[in-house]
Antibody
Framework: EVQLVESGGGLVQPGGSLRLSCEAS????????MSWVRQAPGKGLEWVSG????????NYADSVKGRFTISRDNSKNTLYMQMNSLRAEDTAVYYC???????WGQGTLVSVSS | DIQMTQSPSSLSASVGDRVTITCRAS??????LGWYQQKPGKAPKRLMY???SLQSGVPSRFSGSGSGTEFTLTISSLQPEDFATYYC?????????FGQGTKLEIK
């Protein structure tokens, strides 16, 4: 059974940093591209960033480019998102997603507020 | 970037109704499209991939069609558990983009 478990969310002040993690199990982690998708309170889904199975290729939404960095450690079956220079508009539930959206984690809430 | 325009944004229907939701892409995406169902407080669940392939375990009353720029999700006979919000996602090219969502409510 595929499992994706996010952690690392919380309350942070504007301008602060946070690192999200997603621990994967139940599949060959290195064989899949992975993504982060977020959902602001009461809003729709927004794709944030993706990374290839090897980690050699990354992509970002314009809204986070230059502030967020996606990475992965295939030896630990873990996906990461380093989030810097956080803004109020980054407040959202962040989901870890396998491939083209076949499996999703339960999400972790990031709140950016003073 | 590819824009996905989803319609309608909301829809009221009754149990047993047939409903259709549409997504239009701003440029051709072949059949690189998925449909997702989300219930309040829950993660989205994939219903369809490759525009018309049914995700394992999803009831056959759900179907998808389309290619290129126009896509539809059809629910042939609404059941009480189908009242939720639905999204399309294009994964043809980065950045991936979602439609704005369709909230399906009970009439």
């Amino acid at each position: 059974e595929v499992q994706l478990v996010e952690s690392g969310g919380g309350l942070v002040q504007p301008g602060g940093s946070l690192r999200l993690s997603c621990e994967a199990s139940g599949f060959t982690f290195s064989g899949y591209d992975m993504s982060w998708v977020r959902q602001a309170p009461g809003k729709g889904l927004e794709w944030v960033s993706g990374i290839s199975g090897s980690g050699g290729r990354t992509n970002y939404a314009d809204s986070v480019k230059g502030r967020f960095t996606i990475s992965r450690d295939n030896s630990k079956n873990t996906l990461y998102m380093q989030m810097n220079s956080l803004r109020a508009e980054d407040t959202a539930v962040y989901y870890c997603v396998r491939g083209w959206g076949s499996d999703w984690g339960q999400g972790t809430l990031v709140s950016v507020s003073s | 970037d590819i824009q996905m325009t989803q319609s309608p944004s909301s829809l009221s229907a009754s149990v047993g109704d047939r409903v259709t939701i549409t997504c239009r892409a701003s440029q051709g995406i072949r059949n690189d499209l998925g449909w997702y169902q989300q219930k309040p407080g829950k993660a989205p669940k994939r219903l369809m991939y490759a525009a018309s392939s049914l995700q394992s375990g999803v009831p056959s009353r759900f179907s998808g069609s389309g290619s290129g720029t126009e896509f539809t999700l059809t629910i042939s006979s609404l059941q009480p558990e189908d009242f939720a919000t639905y999204y399309c996602l294009q994964y043809n090219s980065y950045p991936y983009t979602f439609g704005q969502g369709t909230k399906l409510e009970i009439k």
